[in-house]
């Protein structure tokens, strides 16, 4: 049984940073990649980082970059979402996700993933 559970959500202000972090048990740690994931009340979700598990490579989407970086630790396995300088539109849902595909697959386009955590949610005030 594969399971993907996250933590480090949160309510803060504009600027400030966070680090959310994806537990995974069971078979995940066999996957390709992870990925993060999030959700705006109202909106699609929409892609934010992939990590490949293999070569470490990474992938975020435009909004992010310079802002966002996804790590690995291969002893948890976990997988880290540091946020810097938070903006408001970064108010969101946010899910961990693990899939067999390669994390420059998911960054083009992700469809479903093989594994989703439930989520947790950050606020970022104005």
């Known amino acids: 049984q594969v399971q993907l559970v996250e933590s480090g959500g949160g309510l803060v202000q504009a600027g400030d940073s966070l680090r959310l972090s994806c537990a995974a048990s069971?078979?995940?740690?066999?996957?390709?990649?992870m990925a993060w994931f999030r959700q705006a009340p109202g909106k699609e979700r929409e892609f934010v980082a992939a990590?490949?598990?293999?070569?470490?490579?990474?992938y975020y989407r435009d909004s992010v970059k310079g802002r966002f970086t996804i790590s690995r630790d291969n002893a948890g396995p976990t997988v880290y979402l540091q946020m810097n300088s938070l903006k408001p539109e970064d108010t969101a849902d946010y899910y961990c996700a693990a899939d067999r595909r390669t994390a420059q697959t998911i960054s083009r386009g992700a469809g479903d993933m093989d594994y989703w955590g439930k989520g947790t949610l950050v606020t970022v005030s104005s």
């Open positions: 069971g078979r995940a740690f066999i996957r390709n990649t």
């Open positions: 990590i490949a598990w293999g070569s470490g490579s990474t």
